[in-house]
């Protein structure tokens, strides 16, 4: 099945050339921002060159291509994934990370990248290798050479991690274990950052928290004055700082050291949630992670009672949300259950959408997620009407990224 994949994708590679015009034709068109009847979009190479009703869209010239009663739509983006991990559920994070080679890795990686396309996610911010080393590096300049399909990638190499926080752990105390991050304490995370940044990091991930210590539950890591001279530095280079926090207090240090994003947030307070919107932090809530909805007749845990109530705190407060899963810890190409998760937890089914689209570009600071002219052609149709039904974007019969179609 998958070399028979590839002849077709390598078919589809050899037809597309660099100044491909089409013209996109379907029966509503989600821009990015709200429903539109009979829109048309017309692309020419990597970018939409008009986009509007569809009487007022010349087709000279291009290749008409009519998608009939589906939803066409800007491709979706994935906020948080890890590639270079597979589903818990098959194999710990322990022994992904102790036990499996990082070619092994590698080639897992290239399935899933595929997967994340033909799911209709055309971009994803990549947020850790897990002890894959600058893997994603790679695997990013693959996908853009045009060696694998995969999805628009943004990464961060190695997460930062503060000494002895992290993982793998509980070995004699003789033993220094290698681990899923990048460690450091002290002034010494501002070479670690411009490290990573010369090795490709295109966003810095920092651990604002974790299970560490004698006692249970996540306790903050780095300091204030840590967080603030890594983000510092990393905005020097114009990169952005993502940070993996799920306490008040280390989302209170991420925010006053100017992160651009927080990861999680399961323990977020009304009060914590305001100060986001006022230093204009956004939120990657990752509801999906570590399991979903509760079988049928069984109760809900509390960690997913607690979670839905700080995604309302964030709703109510009026936080930016960036829809991202953590997928990796679940199967790749399932990213669609994140919306989903949203929808259920109470959000709009079109504000889940813009998560996933127009704002997620705003906040990744590309040109995506929106149906206009000079944006990226990253372009999906999915059966159905994604704003009646959030699971029709499962049903995806069309991927278009970057002018080039990968998917028909
Ligand atoms: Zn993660």
């Known amino acids: 099945m998958f070399p028979r994949v590839l002849a077709v994708f390598s078919l589809l590679i050899a037809s597309a050339s660099a100044q491909s015009v089409y013209v996109l034709k379907a029966a509503r068109t989600f821009d990015g921002n709200s429903m539109r009847q009979n829109w048309a979009v017309r692309v020419k190479g990597d970018r939409i060159e008009a986009a ?21 739509m800007p491709g979706l983006v994935e906020g948080h994934s890890h590639v270079l991990l597979h589903a818990y559920s098959e194999t710990s994070w322990n022994d992904q990370v102790e036990h499996e080679a990082l070619a092994l890795r590698v080639a897992r990686a290239t399935n899933h990248l595929h997967s994340t396309l033909m799911a209709g996610f055309t971009t994803i911010r990549d947020l850790g290798t897990e002890g894959a080393g600058y893997a994603d590096v790679g695997l990013k300049e693959a996908v853009n050479q045009g060696i694998i399909p995969g999805p628009r990638m943004l990464v961060v190499t190695r997460a930062i991690v503060a000494t002895g926080t992290y993982g793998p752990k509980g070995f004699v105390p003789e033993w220094t274990v290698p681990q899923g991050g990048e460690e450091t304490s002290g002034p010494d995370i501002i070479r670690v950052v411009r490290d990573q940044i010369s090795r490709g990091a295109d966003w810095i991930k920092l651990y604002g928290d974790y299970r560490w210590g004698p006692h249970p539950g996540s306790h903050p890591t780095f300091s204030l004055e840590e967080m603030k001279m890594a983000v510092a530095t990393a905005h020097d280079a114009g990169v952005p700082v993502a940070v993996h926090t799920s306490t008040p207090e280390g989302m209170r240090r991420a925010i006053l050291a100017g992160a651009d994003t927080i990861e999680h947030g399961n ?19 990752t509801l999906t992670a570590g399991g979903g909805a509760p079988r049928p007749g069984q109760p809900e845990s509390p960690a997913r009672i607690r979670k839905r109530e700080s995604f309302q705190a964030a709703l109510a407060a009026g936080v930016t949300i960036l829809s991202g899963s953590d997928v990796g810890t679940f199967p790749h190409g399932d990213n669609a259950r994140e919306l989903e998760a949203m929808v259920d937890f109470g959000m709009t089914p079109v504000d889940a959408l813009k998560a ?13 997620g929106t149906v206009k002219p000079g944006m990226f052609a990253d372009l999906i149709a999915v059966d159905g009407d994604p704003v009646e039904q959030i699971s029709a974007i499962r049903h995806v019969k069309f991927v278009m990224k970057a002018g080039m179609i990968y998917k028909q």
């Open 52 to 72: 509007g009703p569809a009487s007022s869209i010349d087709s000279s010239n291009a290749k008409v291509i009519d998608l009939g009663s589906a939803t066409l």
């Open 267 to 285: 323990e977020g307070t009304p009060e914590v949630f305001k100060m986001m919107v006022d230093h204009h932090v956004a939120f990657c809530p």
């Open 356 to 368: 996933a689209t127009s704002v997620a570009g705003q906040v990744l600071h590309l040109d995506i």
